[in-house]
């Protein structure tokens, strides 16, 4: 796994390395706006995941998911904060995520 000093890098790298879509998290599934189906937990894999985690900017407070779907031939960015204010997701999408 490589190391970034900041999110901005990773996604920068992540960018160039292929991982061009912007995901966004919903309850049960994942959505893209390139795509207009929704991308269940059972239609992706996470390929890299890093975990920042800087105490004096909530703004560095996520992971960032470099995921790839061969269903709909994508490759894709996903930065979850990990806050109070994180949105509540299905248990299917909890343990996809939660096991990296």
Request: proline share 0%; glycine share 4%.
């Amino acid at each position: 796994m490589r190391n970034f000093d900041s999110l901005i890098d990773a996604i920068n790298q992540l960018k160039i390395d292929g991982y061009t879509e912007d995901f966004n998290l919903k309850s049960s599934h994942l959505a893209c706006s390139s795509v207009q189906n929704k991308i269940f937990h059972d239609e992706f894999v996470i390929d890299e995941y890093y975990r920042f985690e800087d105490d004096t900017s909530a703004d560095e407070q996520a992971i960032i998911y470099a995921i790839s779907s061969d269903k709909y031939k994508l490759k894709g960015i996903l930065i979850n904060g990990y806050s109070i204010y994180s949105e509540s997701i299905s248990d299917e999408m909890m343990t996809k995520l939660k096991n990296r």
